[in-house]
């Protein structure tokens, strides 16, 4: 996997606010691939990014980390429909250009 994509997907992630969530397809739009290279990515990356923010196409938190992703999300005051984000509402609408990688 290509360092650029990783740390394309790194900056993606970080500018992700808390209390706002984004799916692997949206990344991948923002960086021109494939959701599965941002999960690719995703896997990684250091602890020091929130990965939790970012969840599958229906709003399925990842289940990596011991499943910690569920509570993190609740921690922020994500909101939830059931099991999964309400992405209607959570959903991070980035603008403008790629963030810089940290």
């Not at 994509?5 to 739009?29: H, L, M």
């Not at 990356?45 to 289940?63: F, S």
């Not at 999300?73 to 209607?88: F, H, N, Q, S, Y």
Request: proline share 10%.
């Amino acid at each position: 996997m290509s360092t650029d994509i990783v740390a394309e997907v790194r900056a993606e992630v970080a500018a992700i606010p808390a209390g706002s969530v984004a799916s692997y397809g949206d990344i991948a739009e923002w960086i021109g691939t494939s959701p599965r290279q941002v999960g690719h990515a995703m896997s990684l990356l250091d602890e020091g990014v929130p990965w939790w923010r970012v969840v599958h196409a229906d709003g399925t938190p990842a289940t990596c980390h011991q499943g910690q992703a569920p509570r993190l999300l609740a921690d922020e005051g994500i909101p939830m429909r059931g099991t999964r984000v309400d992405l209607r509402r959570a959903r991070h609408r980035r603008e403008g250009p790629v963030p810089p990688s940290p």
